[in-house]
């Protein structure tokens, strides 16, 4: 089973629309979980973080299962700008940068 | 905020060359630089950890003979690609952590896209 594992995609959604994504990882002992977002041949960029009691930043909501070992994002109101490759990311511990990376969701946000 | 600078952004390579892609931090001392390296369609997978002015800690699987790393000051990493071949052709990134603005926060350069011909 990979460490990290999502949907691939791509998701064609119309502008306005909601859309979800979702993600599990394999470590039980994962501290923190982030959601990255990588435009197409540039370097990812972190969107939001993930906490347990859930958070919410503007049209976007980040949710977290230990128990499944779950994280979503709900995006609301998509816009043609969301278009991108959202990364789902864990921190097993250890040092900051020791991240590991899911393949990403292809996200296309169609006028 | 925290700024990181990575160079080249592309560069072609003839088979059997060296590559040398920088990492800088602009605004902060960055005590910590990770690289990481990306092939098409697949996950960002780190390479190495580097502490400045100590050796780099390879992940499993990555040649530290191959892929030398760097990081002599609090501001510069290098990572080169030695005796490069077309299978090394792939997106390196470095990421960076440390002091001041890039503290507690972990800053991604934007990306060397290598090609070996």
């Known amino acids: 089973r990979k460490e990290v594992e999502q949907d691939p995609g791509p998701f064609n959604v119309p502008e306005g629309a909601t859309v979800a994504f979702n993600c599990t990882y394999s470590?039980?002992?994962?501290?923190?979980f982030f959601w990255y977002r990588q435009d197409c041949r540039k370097e990812p960029k972190l969107l939001m973080s993930v906490y347990s009691s859930g958070n919410e930043d503007g049209r976007f909501t980040a949710q977290l299962n230990r128990a499944s070992q779950y994280i979503s994002l709900l995006i609301r109101d998509s816009k043609l700008s969301d278009s991108a490759t959202y990364l789902c990311v864990v921190n097993n511990g250890g040092s900051q940068g020791n991240l590991i990376f899911g393949k990403g969701t292809k996200l296309s946000v169609k006028p | 905020g925290a700024v990181v600078s990575q160079h080249p952004s592309r560069v072609i390579c003839k088979s059997g060359t060296s590559v040398k892609i920088e990492c800088r931090s602009l605004?902060?001392?960055?005590?910590?630089m990770f690289w990481y390296r990306q092939f098409p369609k697949q996950s960002l997978m780190l390479m190495a950890t580097s502490n400045e002015g100590s050796k780099a800690t390879y992940e499993q699987g990555v040649e530290k003979d191959k892929f030398l790393i760097n990081h002599a000051s609090l501001t510069l990493s290098t990572l080169t690609v030695t005796s490069a071949h077309p299978e090394d052709s792939s997106f390196y990134i470095c990421?960076?952590?440390?002091?001041?603005?890039?503290?507690?926060?972990?800053?991604f350069g934007a990306g060397s896209r290598l090609t070996v011909l």
């Open positions: 470590n039980s002992a994962s501290q923190s």
């Open positions: 990421s960076a952590t440390g002091l001041g603005a890039g503290a507690n926060v972990l800053t």
């Open positions: 605004d902060f001392q960055a005590t910590t």
